[in-house]
């Protein structure tokens, strides 16, 4: 009798841990591929504007366009399949988000941007001489963060 309530007792934990938990339903924002295409170049203007600034020694603008561009990279990058073009534009606004965080001695900071691109591009295929130089460009400015890291100001 003893065994009988183990092998029932049994039965029914496995029977529990098999069982999924119901998945929630994703519901995704549908966009057309116009209104993609739309906000992927409203994103790619935003971070020319954002990069004119900051090269101008506009800081306080640049950082406003960034804020701007924000909400739009998280938009073009949210489809299960981010277009090339999206990705550029979401890796430029991190790459300019990081490059000013740096000019401003936040070097964890603008490692964590960094970082993100990085691992952007280490799994994008197929793999091309952008792609490739995009990945690298992260690389070094992850190094460039961690030569100053512990170094003070």
């Known amino acids: ?13 496995l029977l529990g841990c098999s069982t999924e938990a119901p998945q929630p339903e994703i519901k995704a924002v549908p966009l057309s591929s116009e209104s993609y295409a739309r906000e992927v170049e409203e ?14 020694g506009k800081a306080d603008e640049a950082a406003e366009l960034i804020q701007r561009g924000e909400p739009l990279s998280k938009q073009v990058l949210s489809v299960p399949r981010p277009t090339l073009e999206a990705t550029e534009a979401a890796s430029d606004l991190d790459q300019l988000y990081g490059d000013m965080l740096f000019s ?13 691109n990085l691992a952007r591009w ?32």
């Open 43 to 56: 994103l790619s203007n935003i971070n020319q504007q954002a990069r004119t600034a900051f090269t101008k």
């Open 104 to 116: 401003n001695s936040n070097y964890g900071w603008a490692r964590l941007e960094f970082q993100k």
């Open 122 to 153: 280490k799994y994008w295929s197929p793999r091309t001489e952008e792609t490739a130089r995009r990945r690298k460009q992260a690389q070094d400015s992850i190094a460039k963060c961690d030569s100053k890291i512990g170094k003070g100001r």
């Open 1 to 13: 009798m003893c065994s009988h309530a183990w092998s029932v007792a049994l039965s029914v934990l």
